[in-house]
């Protein structure tokens, strides 16, 4: 069994921060990415890491304010994201089972986990 559990949403104003947690179990991933869906809008790539060497991407509309990082032991990952906006306001997605393909696509991704909500107010 395939499951990926996200927590550390919340509500924060403007310039605040959240870290965000992804437990995955029953597989260890090469590539995972953290993806966002607002109200009405497409989901989009925020964070991308392969956990085996460490690399991490990230979008250039969180670019300096988010970091992406994986603890091989006990195989979480974390999104810390500071100095948060209005527009970063959106349901946030942990993605694993990457098939190749575009990284910031989520059709690329097998294995989603039910979301954590952040809502971010000026």
């Known amino acids: 069994q395939v499951q990926l559990v996200e927590s550390g949403g919340g509500s924060v104003q403007a310039g605040g921060s959240l870290r965000l947690s992804c437990q995955a179990s029953g597989y260890t991933y090469n590539w995972v990415t953290w993806f966002r869906q607002a109200p009405g809008k497409e989901r989009e790539g925020v964070a991308a890491?392969?956990?085996?060497?460490?690399?991490?991407y990230y979008a250039d509309s969180v670019k300096g304010r988010c970091t992406i990082s994986h603890d091989n032991v006990k195989n979480t990952m974390y999104l810390q994201m500071n100095s948060l906006k209005p527009g970063d306001t959106a349901m946030y997605y942990c993605a694993a089972g990457y098939s190749g393909g575009g990284m910031w696509s989520s059709s690329s991704y097998k294995y989603w986990g039910q979301g954590t909500q952040v809502t971010v107010s000026s």
């Open positions: 890491i392969v956990t085996r060497v460490g690399s991490t």
